[in-house]
């Protein structure tokens, strides 16, 4: 196994968001970052919630659905980046069942740093997890 350069236990103490419209998709979120070992979950299914909950829970990282009613992943994209600093890295993770090139140009665009197709891997999201919030962390130590 690779070494890594952060505490697996800074990793597992990390907040995290996710935001789908489909119960199930969210139950087995849920599922596989209690068994990794997460314990700051967040879990919304009504996207209309998802702004004030990213400002007040203040998560360091967001896994993202981009096909949602009312308010779609690409809106929430725009939205949390505009509520960032722009020093801030705060990485969005999306998962969806859009495979278009369009809809990956346009996530990455809005500041999606990485993207999963549905149905996605578990073993393989949770390293993506993984990794992501450990470039947050070596991110944020480097800040002054």
Do not use: W
Request: with cysteine.
């Amino acid at each position: 196994m690779t070494k890594r350069l952060v505490d697996s236990d800074e990793i597992l103490s990390c907040r995290i968001l996710a935001i789908d419209d489909e119960e199930a998709n969210i139950a087995l979120l849920r599922n596989v970052l209690e068994r990794e070992g997460y314990s700051q979950i967040e879990c919304l299914t009504d996207p209309r919630e998802a702004l004030a909950t990213y400002m007040e829970f203040e998560p360091d990282i967001v896994l993202l659905d981009l096909m949602m009613p009312e308010v779609d992943g690409f809106q929430l994209l725009e939205s949390f980046g505009r509520h960032d600093a722009a020093d801030e890295f705060r990485p969005i993770l999306v998962l969806t069942a859009d495979t278009t090139v369009q809809a990956r140009r346009r996530a990455l665009a809005l500041g999606a740093k990485d993207f999963v197709s549905k149905p996605f891997d578990v073993i393989e999201v949770g390293l993506r997890i993984s990794n992501l919030l450990e470039t947050r962390i070596l991110y944020s130590r480097l800040k002054p």
